[in-house]
T-cell receptor, first 111, second 115 residues
Framework: SQQGEEDPQALSIQEGENATMNCSYK?????LQWYRQNSGRGLVHLIL?????REKHSGRLRVTLDTSKKSSSLLITASRAADTASYFC???????????FGTGTRLLVSP | DGGITQSPKYLFRKEGQNVTLSCEQN?????MYWYRQDPGQGLRLIYY???????QKGDIAEGYSVSREKKESFPLTVTSAQKNPTAFYLC??????????????FGPGTRLTVT
């Protein structure tokens, strides 16, 4: 399977703490994308990191990519209750015209 | 407003009936996708289309059909052959350049319940 797999499946933290989610995948990729989903809603794109990039920042988000280990991580700094959501990684396997979504990490940020 | 819309938000059908879910985008994206999401699960690709009048099966196409007669529209029909159709259905679109898929924009989803 080319599917991305997130770890942990669930994460519970306090406001102000950092949240780190990891993603592993199995094949070579063109890029890897992270998405957020609030309960019962569509997904929202957070960040895209290309296979030749190692780190990318967007506001309080920091994404790293290690193609030798076929892994990526998403760090949310200074988390807020509004960050409560599910987070999905979606590798874009090379040679395939689709993203492959993992099962997600459910993040709960308590006030 | 630019975006991607799905209708209806909730849909109820009796077993044995076909049902069509609507997806429209005004982002001028070439590629459109349909996903299925079951509770606590990730997204599974049903069908995708990169150009008008052409589409490809995804990972779970059995029991579903699509059409792409216009760039803006990519309706999904859930047929009576789909054994377990109750799920949350998400439509997405994106630009595509050669073999690179950029960020996907998602609609709000349609929750289908079949009894």
């Amino acid at each position: 399977s080319q599917q991305g797999e997130e770890d942990p499946q669930a994460l519970s933290i306090q406001e102000g703490e950092n949240a780190t989610m990891n993603c592993s995948y199995k094949t070579s990729i063109n890029n890897l994308q992270w998405y957020r989903q609030n309960s019962g809603r569509g997904l929202v794109h957070l960040i895209l990191i290309r296979s030749n990039e190692r780190e990318k920042h967007s506001g309080r988000l920091r994404v790293t990519l290690d193609t030798s280990k076929k892994s990526s991580s998403l760090l949310i700094t200074a988390s807020r209750a509004a960050d409560t959501a599910s987070y999905f990684c979606a590798p874009h396997p090379r040679g395939f015209q689709k993203l492959v979504f993992g099962t997600g990490t459910r993040l709960l940020v308590s006030p | 407003d630019g975006g991607i819309t799905q209708s209806p938000k909730y849909l109820f059908r009796k077993e044995g009936q076909n049902v069509t879910l609507s997806c429209e985008q005004n982002l001028n994206h070439d590629a459109m996708y349909w996903y299925r999401q079951d509770p606590g699960q990730g997204l599974r690709l049903i069908y995708y289309s990169q150009i008008v009048n052409d589409f490809q099966k995804g990972d779970i196409a059995e029991g579903y059909s699509v059409s792409r007669e216009k760039k803006e529209s990519f309706p999904l029909t859930v047929t009576s052959a789909q054994k377990n159709p109750t799920a949350f259905y998400l439509c997405a679109s994106s630009t595509i350049l050669r073999d690179r898929i950029d960020e996907q924009y998602f609609g709000p989803g349609t929750r289908l319940t079949v009894t």
